[in-house]
């Protein structure tokens, strides 16, 4: 199986490296300047679960691609879709399987429109890894897990084809019959956490540390009737889950949203908190985060 690993980033290069570390045919789709930094010092992984360097890993430039692969995994930045679908379409055939790996369920929409929708995927990943300044790829916990499967669930004959591609990986890779449900449940827990991070500029301690717990299950609240009226009301583990997570004393987990808008990037509030905003009824707390971050994005661009 041949695959295309849109970036080398903190995700794609993270997941590419250990399939390519088991030895996959792997490619990675990269721009000029990260094609250069992998040519001079390799594709190098840092994890607890063991490092691995690649000295020459495969890639090519968006303008180079001339035949489709079997499988593209795709885990850019919600911001950078577009511009993503553009570079990787000529890699697109008739059999090709799309994977995404992005937050929330507006990409699913935009890349059924652009290449139907039985070559879409459902996936997602649990993960909190950083490409450094020097192009190491730091994989910061234990946790590296990548889930996928058919978006209606069924045993396909390309899910089993994939699912033994990412078997024998030195992370932890998973087929579900339920992914729908699962992303869904995932961008309620996204939602949450990025909401109320964001709205308070705070790691999740410090918020429940000046008294801000219930407005966190507030929004959680919120963030569950929307999934709830879409069809995909979160599963109790999933909701007792997410409730810890943002209730936590002491806790030093802030969103990646807001380590974006700390260091003045952009950030994926569109695609993460107004996409599902915009999905169900009236939500006073997510919208209230969703106009924090809107406001934000808007002096970043100098509106």
């Not at 699912?163 to 729908?180: M, P, Q």
């Not at 449940?185 to 219930?214: D, N, P, Q, S, Y």
Request: neutral net charge; glycine residues 10%; proline residues 5%.
């Amino acid at each position: 199986m041949r695959t295309l690993v849109v970036g080398a980033g903190a995700i794609g290069g993270y997941f590419g490296g250990r399939m390519l570390e088991a030895g996959r045919d792997v490619t990675f789709l990269v721009r000029p300047g990260r094609a250069a930094k992998l040519k001079e010092s390799g594709l190098v992984l840092t994890s607890g679960a063991g490092d691995y360097h690649h000295p020459a890993p495969p890639t090519v430039l968006a303008e180079a691609l001339d035949r489709p692969f079997d499988l593209i995994l795709l885990s850019c930045k919600a911001f950078d879709l577009e511009d993503a679908i553009r570079s990787f379409a000529p890699a697109v055939g008739p059999g090709t399987a799309i994977l995404p790996l992005l937050n929330g369920m507006r990409h699913m929409d935009r890349l059924a429109e652009r290449f139907g929708p039985e070559a879409v995927l459902g996936g997602y990943c649990a993960i909190s890894s950083t490409l450094a300044e020097d192009g190491r790829i730091r994989h910061l916990n234990d946790l590296h897990l990548l889930v996928f499967g058919e978006q209606d669930g069924s045993a396909s004959a390309r899910s089993e084809a994939i699912a033994a591609e990412l078997s024998g990986l030195r992370c932890d890779t998973r087929r579900s019959a339920t992914i729908l449900q699962d992303m869904w449940e995932k961008w309620v827990f996204i939602a949450t956490a990025a909401g109320i991070t964001c709205l308070m500029r705070a790691a999740i301690g410090e918020i429940v540390a000046a008294g801000g717990a219930e407005l966190a299950l507030a929004l959680q609240a919120e963030c569950a009737a929307i999934a709830a009226a879409q069809g995909f009301a979160p599963r109790e583990p999933a909701l007792q889950q997410v409730r810890a997570l943002v209730t936590a004393q002491g806790s030093p987990l802030k969103a990646s949203m807001l380590r974006d808008m700390e260091r003045g990037g952009p950030t994926e509030a569109e695609h993460v908190l107004g996409d599902l905003l915009r999905r169900g009824g009236p939500a006073r707390m997510l919208k209230t985060a969703y106009v924090h971050v809107a406001a934000y994005e808007r002096s970043r661009d100098g509106l």
